[in-house]
């Protein structure tokens, strides 16, 4: 089949009579292809309504998911390719005369695969996409998921000291808690910024001085930095008294 | 229909006028001039949708150099419903970003029991969750008037695999909505159409001549039979 792209417009105001090119959608080849250009949704993002935006961006998610599901399907059969073939766009371009429009097909002189869209969008949007990069979970999310699952079940979580010793001020929370087996356990971020970590070790402080009688247990992932590094060796030297358990070791042991 | 005051009108690129402003700040795209059968189908269309609880855009009218032209309203980012557009719903979680799935089949009945207007355009207006609502005036062939077609759900669309699976998310409600629809189809619609089409001496004959099939016995039988038939193959 041969190749062909049509052009994806958002028709931002009806006063203005203005459209904006906002993705391109190429079909033929290894396709189809859908590409969205991000620069031009911020651009977007600032003219419309919020929760216009909100609902267009969520229809062009869709749309996309839809095109690369649909490449990945018809990868065994790709003589058969109906939705999203020449006649098929042109009806489309000629029935939408909304708020979004596909411009109508025309036909690229070449074999449409990953590496030709690339360029072919470059050469439309002059953007590049851009590779996103992993991003680690942070540590006190998981930690936060990881004790109020249900493995600790007969535990007090996140409970002010103030409400377990009547006399105390302390507003301040333990992670878990629990009162028959006198223990307490907390996780500390030793990676965290200069301000965050105090706090947190100050909090250790007081939480060991008003509880003298119960096995206190540092959960903290192992630390990366430097400073997290030093930080670990000093807050255990200090401590003789608690315990320190790596994360993954503590998700081992329950 | 209320009769618009313009605060601007503007040119499109081929400088014809296109949008009316209204001092409220709303606008109204120019459609076409106004003929007198199109102002009663116009009445028609907007008295069927209200009875049955459809929203519906607002259509108005005004007169630019002697000629009266309809306008209808049309608010930023909105989409024409269409089956291209099944992604919307392609998961549970995607279809309850829908606020009424619920009126477009209502539409869709209405397209069925009163097939009198040769097509309507369903809308997506878009926000937190998109909503479906009706044009805001009946999209008819040029210089006619309406026309009393029977039409069957194949024809309808309703019967494609996209629509079948927007409405199978709902679908068992869909008995309760048609029962709804069923218990609202009756005498007082007839008298009011009745009497909205008699306002119009000229053209009532053959307007309702048109219309009074809708209410046919047999007709109501065939179309109840064949959404019956629709939900329960859903």
Same mark, same amino acid.
């Given at each position: 089949m041969e190749s062909f792209y049509s052009i994806v417009y958002y028709k931002t105001n009806a006063l203005t009579d203005e459209l904006l090119s906002i993705g391109l959608l190429a079909g033929g080849g290894q396709g189809p292809y859908l590409f969205i250009s991000n620069s031009r949704l911020d651009l977007l993002k600032k003219t419309l309504h919020p929760n216009t935006f909100l609902s267009v961006n969520r229809h062009l998610k869709a749309l996309k998911e839809k095109v690369d599901v649909h490449r990945n399907e018809s990868a065994g059969i790709l003589l058969f390719d109906p939705v999203f073939s020449v006649d098929q766009l042109d009806a489309l371009s000629q029935r939408t005369k909304s708020a979004i429009v596909y411009s109508k097909p025309t036909t690229i002189n070449e074999w449409l695969d990953q590496v030709f869209f690339e360029k072919l969008t470059q050469a439309f949007f002059g953007e590049h996409k851009k590779k996103s990069v992993a991003k680690r979970p942070v540590f006190h999310l998981k930690w936060k998921a990881f004790y109020y699952s249900n493995k600790f079940q007969e535990w007090s979580k996140d409970i002010a000291i103030s409400s377990v010793i009547p006399d105390s001020v302390l507003n301040l929370t333990m992670d878990l808690f629990n009162h028959q087996e006198r223990k307490i356990i907390k996780g500390i971020d030793f990676d965290l910024g200069k301000t965050s970590l105090n706090r947190k070790l100050y909090e250790t402080d007081l939480i060991v001085s008003a509880f003298p009688n119960y096995d206190i247990t540092i959960v903290h992932p192992s630390p990366k930095k430097n400073t997290g590094k030093t930080a670990f060796e000093e807050t255990k030297k200090k401590y003789n008294k608690i315990d320190f358990i790596g994360f993954t070791q503590f998700k081992n042991l329950n | 229909?209320?009769?618009?005051?313009?605060?601007?009108?503007?040119?499109?690129?081929?400088?014809?006028?296109?949008?009316? =402003?209204?001092? &409220?700040?709303?606008?109204?795209?120019?459609?076409?001039? =106004?003929?007198?059968?199109?102002l009663l189908a116009q009445s028609l269309f907007t008295i069927i949708h209200k009875h049955f609880k459809v929203e519906q855009l607002e259509a108005g009218v005004f007169k630019l150099k002697e000629?009266?032209?309809?306008?209808?309203? &049309?608010?930023?980012?909105?989409?024409?419903?269409?089956?291209w557009m099944h992604c919307l719903w392609s998961s549970k979680r995607k279809f309850n970003r829908l606020l009424n799935p619920s009126s477009l089949f209502k539409m869709f009945l209405i397209n069925l029991f009163f097939p009198v207007f040769s097509t309507t355009q369903k809308l997506l207006l878009p926000g937190k969750k998109d909503r479906f609502v009706v044009d805001a005036y009946p999209h008819l062939?040029?210089?006619?008037?309406?026309?009393?077609?029977?039409?069957? =759900?194949?024809?309808?669309?309703?019967?494609?695999?996209?629509?079948?699976?927007?409405? *199978?998310?709902?679908?068992?409600?869909? *008995?309760?909505?048609? &029962?709804?629809?069923?218990?609202?189809?009756?005498? !007082?619609?007839?008298?009011?159409?009745?009497?909205?089409?008699?306002?119009?001496?000229?053209?009532? !004959?053959?307007?309702? !001549?048109?219309?009074?099939?809708?209410?046919?016995? &047999?007709?109501?039988?065939?179309?109840?039979?064949?959404?019956? !038939?629709?939900?329960?193959?859903?």
């Amino acid at each position: 089949m041969e190749s062909f792209y049509s052009i994806v417009y958002y028709k931002t105001n009806a006063l203005t009579d203005e459209l904006l090119s906002i993705g391109l959608l190429a079909g033929g080849g290894q396709g189809p292809y859908l590409f969205i250009s991000n620069s031009r949704l911020d651009l977007l993002k600032k003219t419309l309504h919020p929760n216009t935006f909100l609902s267009v961006n969520r229809h062009l998610k869709a749309l996309k998911e839809k095109v690369d599901v649909h490449r990945n399907e018809s990868a065994g059969i790709l003589l058969f390719d109906p939705v999203f073939s020449v006649d098929q766009l042109d009806a489309l371009s000629q029935r939408t005369k909304s708020a979004i429009v596909y411009s109508k097909p025309t036909t690229i002189n070449e074999w449409l695969d990953q590496v030709f869209f690339e360029k072919l969008t470059q050469a439309f949007f002059g953007e590049h996409k851009k590779k996103s990069v992993a991003k680690r979970p942070v540590f006190h999310l998981k930690w936060k998921a990881f004790y109020y699952s249900n493995k600790f079940q007969e535990w007090s979580k996140d409970i002010a000291i103030s409400s377990v010793i009547p006399d105390s001020v302390l507003n301040l929370t333990m992670d878990l808690f629990n009162h028959q087996e006198r223990k307490i356990i907390k996780g500390i971020d030793f990676d965290l910024g200069k301000t965050s970590l105090n706090r947190k070790l100050y909090e250790t402080d007081l939480i060991v001085s008003a509880f003298p009688n119960y096995d206190i247990t540092i959960v903290h992932p192992s630390p990366k930095k430097n400073t997290g590094k030093t930080a670990f060796e000093e807050t255990k030297k200090k401590y003789n008294k608690i315990d320190f358990i790596g994360f993954t070791q503590f998700k081992n042991l329950n | 229909m209320r009769e618009l005051k313009p605060l601007t009108i503007s040119n499109s690129i081929q400088s014809a006028p296109s949008v009316l =402003l209204t001092p &409220e700040m709303e606008k109204f795209v120019f459609i076409q001039p =106004l003929y007198p059968d199109f102002l009663l189908a116009q009445s028609l269309f907007t008295i069927i949708h209200k009875h049955f609880k459809v929203e519906q855009l607002e259509a108005g009218v005004f007169k630019l150099k002697e000629v009266k032209y309809i306008c209808a309203e &049309e608010p930023e980012g909105i989409i024409q419903v269409d089956d291209w557009m099944h992604c919307l719903w392609s998961s549970k979680r995607k279809f309850n970003r829908l606020l009424n799935p619920s009126s477009l089949f209502k539409m869709f009945l209405i397209n069925l029991f009163f097939p009198v207007f040769s097509t309507t355009q369903k809308l997506l207006l878009p926000g937190k969750k998109d909503r479906f609502v009706v044009d805001a005036y009946p999209h008819l062939p040029k210089e006619e008037g309406i026309r009393f077609e029977a039409v069957d =759900l194949n024809k309808l669309g309703i019967t494609q695999s996209e629509y079948k699976k927007l409405f *199978r998310y709902i679908r068992k409600d869909l *008995r309760q909505y048609l &029962e709804e629809f069923d218990a609202l189809h009756h005498e !007082n619609l007839y008298s009011d159409l009745k009497y909205q089409v008699s306002l119009y001496p000229s053209i009532r !004959n053959q307007y309702w !001549n048109e219309l009074k099939q809708c209410f046919d016995p &047999e007709f109501k039988t065939f179309a109840y039979a064949e959404i019956e !038939n629709y939900l329960l193959k859903l």
